[in-house]
């Protein structure tokens, strides 16, 4: 399914030739993804407009080229990468917030938009949009949706996909649907909505989105917990859920995850920590300090050894900028990690964390562990060498086994990165046979002739 030339010029047609590239430095720009794996698509496509899109994907079933569509790259499981060639639909010309409307509580935005950008702009007008992947300084909404990002913020507010209502998208076969409400309820239909949310690029693409927003929170107070053994702080995330306490984030980092990012960033993180909580409250002002005290004392007792409150904003933005640097400074230290993105119930924490040290232990392997232990999601780090084959074994080896005691404890492979190419050849433990069949059923009815991303998401046959 490679790209004809003729093909090439109707699609320059279609764009423009200057929104449409072959060049080959074009190219390796949109290569990779933050997984670091590269793949050279044919060409590099920028439309502006849903109904170009359009075109772009009768095209292609016309001609038969695969379409990849992609936000920022940002993407930890390869959902943006063209595994098959092809080429790459690059959102970032749709890039406008449409509306903010105050009176119903929500927004219409278009796919390209920075989600860090979108915050900012909701929250000049006292409006709140919770989701908050750590990647949304540069990661855009439209990838967000197609990914379903999580962050750190879901604890209290849940995913993204609770804040869509509707959206338009373009069908891989060109048609433009409509999907959803701009209201609060509604249940006419099969909700398509949520089914494209998380469809990781393989059901359309999403061109224009109502999403849910909710008034500003009057005040945040931000803690960092100080633990000496990282058994005691992640039973405290468990004890903060058992008794019904909802702070907005719990993030939990192990000494491994300390440490690089310490020498990443030099901002003063306690290195000798077995390992740290950040912990954020939001409401009311009277409300979020009386939570404090009681999340204070509760930690001390669960044997803390120190509790900080960030004192100023400025603080407070340190400590983000921290949390948020994690898996960069990861990165800087071993590029080949694995990432996994593993979610257990929450009062099972402090077994995986356990499982996780004795794993290390075991297999000589260098680990780091950190994530949204608010909601169970540890992102677990094997930080290795790929050219090293035994080190390589054993990592998926040890992928293995987590995935394994993860599902043993009624958890789920992954919580907010998606199955991408990463994970597709693990899917089958944790969907069933029937409900997989499906999937790929739905895929079929979306996408006849199979242009739409492909390679993602299922096991290759
Ligand atoms: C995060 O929580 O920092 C992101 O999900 C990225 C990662 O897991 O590396
Ligand atoms: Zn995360």
Redesign the pocket.
Known sequence: MALSNSSLKKLRQIVGKEHCTIEKEELVCYSYDATGKMYLPDAVIFPESSDDISAILKLANKERFFVIPRGAGSG?TGGSLPVQGGIVLVMKRLNRILEIDRDNLIARVQPGVVTGHFHEAVEKESLFYPPD??SSDFSTLGGNLAECA???RAVKYGVTRDYVLGLEAVLPTGDIIKTGVKTVKGVVGYDLTRLLVGSEGTLGIITDMTLRLLPLPESVSTITVIFDKMEAAAQTVSEIIRQGIIPRTIEYMDNASIRCTESYLKIGLPVDAGAMLIIEVDGKENETATEIEVLKSLCMHKGARDVKMAETNAERDDLWKARKAI?PALYKYAPDKINE?IVVPRSRIPDMVVKIAELRERSGLTMAT???AGDG?I?FNVMLDKKNRDELQKAEAAVLEVFEYTLELGGTIS???GIGITKSSYIKKEIGETELFLMKQIKKVFDPNGILNPGKLFPAE
């Open positions: 930890m992947p750590a999580g962050g750190p898996s993105d950190f994530g949204h999601n992102h919580g907010e990165h």
